[in-house]
């Protein structure tokens, strides 16, 4: 066995060169394989966080009716106890209670609808990170006469508004009445959804809430849960505590999204495999080279009492010591290429990124090459090659003996 | 010996059961190898049966000691009988200081020693060569021959040969001359 293997890896040596060029082409596979699969992770994942983490959550909890009414009086009953019992969860990060509803903006100017949330702002910090998306101004610290509202940028700019200036709030109240209150704007914040900047301005619950005369009042309850790769189960598991409550998440939410996430987890399969496919045939091939230059030298040894079997198995061997060398290489290779390109990102602008600007989304992407896809790939490779072997090593047991020693 | 197409090769591949005959059997040591199935005749090969070719012989990735110890590395013997067979083996053909050496590094003489000293490593009941100097200079030839003769002697195995070389046919014990596929002479000789 331990003769076996040497004389297999010796052999991978014998022809040098031709060795050497099937490495490369391995190699080179492997690293486009995972460049263009980490682009478009990378791309996917900052969508995702941009829109789910930013914007969305996990997992939000409404009333049923709200979703196509949303104003005060359908609200959760008990909400904040139900928030507090979500991040009593063992599988939950956080979870933000807050008194959303529509209503309208006035600044000096003009006005505009919008989708007013009361929030307690530790809280959504943890959850959003609100405080971070902030251009201009502090978070929530009420140093002003008027309470604080923070509206995004591009709002700013439609209401010819800035920080500092007084705006007006109106709305309805838990019984249908009219309200109108005055804020300042305390911080402009920014994310990648023009909607949502243009439509979402935030205040505290604490403010907002004795307004519509519900001290208690949450209309919306926003998760985060620690591991997002079950979040279907986690929704279900939702639905279950709470049948009075319309649960829905993020692929729900936003499932334009959830689609293309999909759509590309599937592809990414069929690229990874392909690219693996095609260096495959590129292995097939040196080894049925090699096999064919040594009939002569294969037959000696199968006469001098070496079974077909293990000819067979040493020209296997070859294969897959030839597929290891190489996707080791290889993923080493593409490992360092991750972190070289993502000690800057990869700036997209200028090259088809205005598209991702347009969207409002970053155009310096960093590659995402999750552990596992380096382990998939690896392993693949050297299925791949081995399944490519089989040919060749078939060839090379083709012979009797005695036809091989004579071959010219 | 016999012309060239007269069956040489035919015969020593049917002695040694590299082929098998269409008619009549190949007993050797009352086994009928014939008839055995293809594993039971690799087997059979590998522990009775010595070969030598006339060229390819040797595995070029291994050294020297390394080819020798093939065969009863194929026999699974122990580290250390292989370890002291192939060095005596490899004194015996002349070759101590080449231990390490790879094939491509050897004459095509040393080479064609490397594999007798192969051949006969193993203790078979009988080494086949198949026009074993048909690719050595006279001087190599002659050496080698010479080798073969006397490890005949002293390892006490029996070699056939196949060749056109007068040389070997002056030696030998036995010359089975064939035409055309057929034994037209068959001489005793004692040396
Ligand atoms: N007894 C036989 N019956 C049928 N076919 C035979 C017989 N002997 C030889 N042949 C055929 O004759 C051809 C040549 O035989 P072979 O190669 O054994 O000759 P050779 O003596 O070794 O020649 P060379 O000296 O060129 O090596 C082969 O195709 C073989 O099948
Ligand atoms: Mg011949």
Request: hydrophobic share 45%.
């Amino acid at each position: 066995m331990k003769t076996l293997l040497k004389i297999s890896w010796r052999n991978i040596w014998r022809n040098r060169t031709r060795s050497l060029v099937i490495i490369i082409a391995i190699i080179l596979g492997l690293m486009g394989g995972v460049f263009s699969a980490g682009m478009r992770l990378g791309i996917e994942t900052q969508q995702f966080r941009e829109t789910v983490e930013t914007q969305i959550s996990h997992i939000q909890l409404h009333h049923p009716e709200f979703i196509a009414n949303p104003e005060a009086r359908f609200h959760l009953d008990n909400g904040l106890a139900m928030a507090e019992e979500i991040m009593d969860l063992a599988w939950t990060k956080i979870a933000s209670p807050r008194t959303v509803f529509d209503g309208m903006i006035t600044s000096a100017n003009m006005n505009a609808g919008v989708r007013i949330k009361g929030i307690d702002p530790e809280i959504e910090a943890r959850t959003t990170g609100l405080n971070e998306l902030l251009e201009e101004g502090t978070y929530f610290e009420d140093n002003g006469r008027l309470p604080s509202v923070i509206i995004g940028q591009r709002l700013a700019r439609d209401l010819r508004a800035e920080k500092g200036s007084r705006i007006v709030l109106t709305f309805q109240d838990k019984k249908g009445e009219i309200v109108s209150a005055s804020f300042r704007v305390e911080a402009l914040y920014s994310v990648v959804s023009p909607q949502f900047e243009e439509r979402t301005v935030f205040v505290k619950s604490t403010i907002l809430n004795p307004l519509i005369e519900d001290n208690n009042s949450v209309t919306e309850i926003a998760v985060l849960i620690d591991n997002l790769d079950d979040y279907q189960a986690k929704a279900e598991m939702l639905r279950e505590m709470y049948p009075e409550a319309e649960v829905r998440s993020w692929a729900d939410l936003a499932p334009s999204l959830h689609f293309s996430i999909e759509f590309l987890h599937r592809n990414l399969a069929w690229m990874v495999g392909i690219i693996i496919l095609g260096v495959s045939f590129g292995l097939l091939n040196t080894i049925l080279m090699s096999v064919l230059e040594r009939v002569n030298e294969l037959g000696v040894l199968m006469a001098i009492g070496m079974k077909r079997l293990q000819v067979f198995l040493m020209v296997v061997t070859e294969t897959a010591l030839l597929s290891v060398v190489a996707g080791a290489l290889g993923l080493i290779l593409s490992y360092l290429m991750v972190i070289l390109l993502n000690i800057n990102g990869i700036d997209m602008s200028g090259a088809g990124g205005e598209g991702l600007a347009e969207f409002g989304y970053d155009t310096i992407i960093f590659l995402e090459v999750p552990a596992k896809l380096y382990f998939d790939v690896g392993i693949l490779l050297v299925v791949f090659a081995i399944l490519a072997s089989i040919y060749p090593a078939w060839k090379a047991v083709r012979f009797s003996p005695a036809e091989a020693v004579r071959m010219e | 010996m016999g012309p060239s197409g007269s069956g040489k090769t035919t015969f020593l591949n049917l002695i040694g059961g590299l082929d098998k005959p269409t008619q009549g059997q190949v007993v050797i040591d009352g086994t009928d190898i014939s008839t055995l199935k293809e594993s039971k005749l690799f087997d059979f090969r590998l522990r009775n049966i010595g070969f030598v070719f006339q060229s390819y012989n040797l595995i070029p990735v291994l050294t020297a000691k390394e080819n020798v110890s093939f065969i009863m590395l194929l026999q699974k013997q122990s580290k250390e009988a292989m370890e002291k067979r192939a060095k005596e083996m490899l004194e015996q053909v002349g070759l101590s200081d080449k231990i390490n050496v790879r094939p491509n590094q050897l004459s095509g003489g040393q080479q064609q020693r490397v594999a007798v000293a192969r051949a006969l490593a193993s203790k078979p009941k009988f080494v086949l060569a198949d026009e074993p100097t048909a690719n050595l200079d006279t001087e190599s030839a002659f050496n080698l021959l010479d080798i073969m003769s006397r490890l005949n002697k002293e390892e006490n195995i029996t070699l056939i040969f196949s060749t056109h070389d007068q040389r070997v046919i002056e030696r030998a014990k036995r010359v089975i001359t064939l035409v055309d596929g057929e034994v037209s002479k068959d001489e005793k000789f004692d040396r």
